[in-house]
């Protein structure tokens, strides 16, 4: 057994333009991060860590309560459990900050 974790760090743009809807940006940007995620692990690493609010633009610098809509249940939310998911098929651990 080897003593060397090998670890990928996930840093995506955002494609989705800022006035479409809270679920827009969801879907698509699970969708990319799910392929990186798959790209990670296809090259070895153990420990997936992806951005600060990975699923959509960083809303923090706004104030509009749309993006009130992204938030989730923790740890039985939609997308938590996905990647939990992601991760058991691919033997990994995922670092997902939502």
């Known amino acids: ?10 840093q ?3 494609d989705v333009d800022g006035n479409e809807p809270v679920e827009v940006h969801k879907q698509e940007s699970i969708e990319k991060h ?3 995620v798959r ?3 296809e090259k070895g690493a153990q420990i997936i860590c992806l951005q600060e ?10 104030q509009n ?3 009130y809509d992204a938030a989730e249940e923790i ?8 990647f939990q998911e992601l991760a058991k098929e691919l033997g990994v651990v995922i670092v997902l900050p939502i």
């Open 39 to 41: 790209e990670a692990a």
């Open 75 to 82: 740890p039985n939310g939609p997308t938590t459990i996905q």
């Open 1 to 10: 057994m080897s003593d060397k974790v090998q670890i990928g760090l996930i």
């Open 12 to 14: 995506a743009s955002h």
């Open 34 to 36: 799910i392929k990186l």
């Open 65 to 67: 309560s749309k993006w």
């Open 53 to 62: 609010i990975f699923y959509g633009p960083y809303f923090c610098s706004e």
